[in-house]
């Protein structure tokens, strides 16, 4: 039977997956197309420094994903899903984006809620006995 923190620990996994390949496509798409003008709201940076930003931590969710799927750097995943987290809710709740319409706060809090789900994963990767051989 599946344990609660092996299924946790999938979908954070998956969630992280897709995160990377989201992080590195868009920065993927704007190098290739020539265009370094990505705007996204929620964070820090904007243009050219928002497409190096956006491949850099594609490619430390990239790892920190299989590093710990594969029983290292645990800490360092569980630090990486916080670090989403704390980025998440600083964009969306504290910081000057502004919701236009009532589904990009709906939409808002799902990405908030599923980041929290992937980092309770997260913690139990890191809190995981490790598998006897």
């Keep these: 039977m599946l344990s609660v923190g092996f299924i946790m620990r999938v979908f954070s996994y998956l969630y992280n997956a897709i995160l990377a ?59 990486w899903n916080l670090l989403v987290l704390v980025m998440l809710v600083k964009g969306f709740v504290f910081s000057k984006y502004t919701f236009t319409d009532p589904a990009q706060i709906k939409l808002a809090c799902w990405l908030i809620g599923l980041t929290l789900l992937a980092n309770i994963g997260a913690w139990f990767a890191w809190r995981a006995k490790p598998a006897r051989a």
């Design 21 to 79: 390949f989201f992080l590195l496509g868009v920065s993927s798409l704007a190098w290739g197309s020539g265009q370094h003008n990505l705007n996204i709201g929620i964070l820090p940076w904007e243009k050219a420094s928002l497409t190096y930003w956006m491949f850099a931590l594609g490619v430390v969710a990239v790892l920190t994903t299989l590093a710990s799927i594969f029983g290292k750097a645990k800490i360092v995943y569980f630090l």
